[in-house]
């Protein structure tokens, strides 16, 4: 079999790597029909997040069981399924309150660039679908994977309600989605921060009523001016840097609430400047597997379709072109086929 392998800065390769197959009674195989590039892999593909040896690649994934270990009762082959990029047993203590990428037996789904993969903990990390989905449906349920369920978790960990005024730092493929589910989640105003024309016509397309372009400082006085001098209710942190924590907390009115799952980079909170904030701060990996079930009801009812956050589609055997589109901002989001 052939995956994405990265080997150091900017050197993906798509070459032999070992056909995944049943280690355990608890995993399952599932041959992919769809994965694509996240935002995170741009972090060790830069080398700001380096790695120590050549790395398999991908945790976004969807696609139809072939393969199910003994114990596995939840799914069979031939479903079509959706699982998060951390598998979970979905038993544990912090499963039990929603918190399945904290999961005790939590493992991370590293390997979805190619064409097999193989998913621990079955039963509590998939979910199928009620049947195999039409083709153009899939982008919009491979979102659900990591995308789409990580801007939802913001938007919830944002306590975004109806009526309320959400702002959104980063105009990637989380914060487009984060757009999305704050306009499913009611929000009457919905602030994109984007100095991209084709973002910001798609963070329209998704909701968003105001488009601020400055960043930093500048952004924030932008979104006070936007809110009466106040800030917004709910601010959606989904970049990672220590500028874009900043602006999302200041852009906060008091009592308000941020929501960060932009992988952290360098980022330093003072203390005192925190306490005087009087701000929610909540956020982290998004447990994708909590919102599964909800999010693919709003899916396949016709009710979403993030999918649209993919704008460049590629073969498989292209993913070197699939991350050089998006590490030069090229592409939202790349959606890679087997």
């Known amino acids: 079999m052939r995956g994405a392998i990265l080997y150091g800065p900017r050197d993906v390769r798509f070459e032999e790597r070992e056909t995944p197959k049943i280690i355990k009674p608890t995993d399952a195989i599932i041959r992919i029909s769809a994965t694509c590039v996240c935002g995170s892999d741009l972090w060790p593909y830069r080398g700001v997040q380096p790695i120590a040896q050549p790395t398999p690649m991908g945790h976004e994934y969807c696609g139809i069981v072939e393969e199910a270990g003994s114990v596995v009762t939840s799914i069979k082959p031939g ?16 499963c039990h309150v929603g918190y399945q990428s904290s999961c005790q037996h939590a493992e ?3 390997t979805a660039q190619a064409p097999l993969l193989r998913v621990p903990l079955a039963d509590g990390t998939l979910v199928a679908t009620s049947d195999v989905p039409s083709g153009d449906m899939v982008p919009s349920l491979l979102t659900l994977s990591d995308v789409m369920g990580t801007g939802w978790f913001a938007a919830d960990a944002a306590n975004v309600k109806p009526g309320k005024t959400v702002a959104v730092v980063g105009d990637g493929a ?3 989605l984060g757009v999305l589910s704050a306009k499913q989640m009611g929000a009457e105003r919905i602030i994109a921060m984007s100095r991209h024309e084709s973002r910001q016509k798609l ?5 968003a009523t105001d488009i601020v372009a400055e960043r930093g400082n500048e952004g924030v006085e932008r979104i006070k001016e936007l809110s009466n001098g106040i800030g917004a209710d709910s601010v959606l942190e989904c970049v990672g840097t220590q500028q874009s924590m900043m602006q999302a907390i200041q852009s906060t009115r008091r009592g308000g609430y941020v929501g960060y799952v932009g ?12 306490f005087f904030a009087h701000v929610h701060l909540h956020g982290g990996p ?6 599964l079930p909800e999010l693919i009801k709003l899916v396949w009812d016709g009710k979403i379709n993030p999918g649209k956050v993919f704008d460049m589609t590629l073969p ?15 592409a939202i989001k790349t959606l890679l086929r087997p």
């Open 263 to 274: 992988v952290p980079h360098g980022i330093e909170l003072n203390g005192e400047q925190l």
């Open 174 to 176: 989380v914060g487009m």
């Open 108 to 110: 991370f789904v590293s």
């Open 79 to 94: 479903q079509f399924v959706i699982g998060s990029f951390f598998a979970s047993d979905n038993t544990c203590p912090n």
């Open 286 to 291: 998004a447990p994708v597997r909590r919102y």
């Open 316 to 330: 498989l055997d292209q993913v070197a072109q699939a991350y050089h589109a998006m590490d030069e901002r090229r």
């Open 203 to 207: 963070a329209r397309e998704f909701g």
